[in-house]
């Protein structure tokens, strides 16, 4: 199976720290983003990679070609001139993929098991982790007494678009040459009843937005991924 890492984003967010490089070259716990990524999928078996650049690409490819043997991976490299959207940039694989795939946005660490995510009546299954509030919990009594404080919990009622999705090679029918698939395709998909979510509660994962992110990420990572 292949895997395609989207790295075409500006990481605007995570200035300073992206001023020269690419989010997923951005280092947490003395490792880029994508050097996690991959140590990650390998353990499922992925060797053979797409990595979909745009913004700072030249940083990208020249940490590619520098790695990929050290990593005992392959690597592609598909760039762009200008933004295409997840939908757009993934689009442009059609005539190198022929079979099921992984596609993960290229700013997330996570050690979610992907052989849990079934093609089954459906074109793309994708993973789905509970939402963690940003802002600590107060729980009151009746009488509007506080009971308790709870820091940042997950709230297991609510699910969100962990960015990890694995796709038939029939999705390329319904991606647009330009625009993103979570606007344009999977609303697409889930109309017609082919759009599937895999649900998991217990693991670990964090999307590196900002300078808050990376920073408590660099704390958890080493813990988290200690057998990668």
Known sequence: MKAVILA???GKRLRPLTDDKPKPLVEVAGKPIIEWQIHWLKSFGITSFFVLAGYKKEALIEWIS???QRLNVSIATLTEEEPLGTGGAIRRLKDFINEDFIVINGDILTNIDISKMVLKDCIVAIALVPLRSPYGIVTIDENGKIIRFVEKPL???????AGVYKMKPEVFEYLPEKGDIEKITFPSLAEKGLL???TYENVYWRSIDTIKDYEEASVEVPEVFKKL
């Open 66 to 68: 520098k790695n990929q």
């Open 155 to 161: 709230l297991k009622e609510y699910w969100i678009n």
């Open 196 to 198: 599937k979510g895999v």
């Open 8 to 10: 075409g984003g500006y």
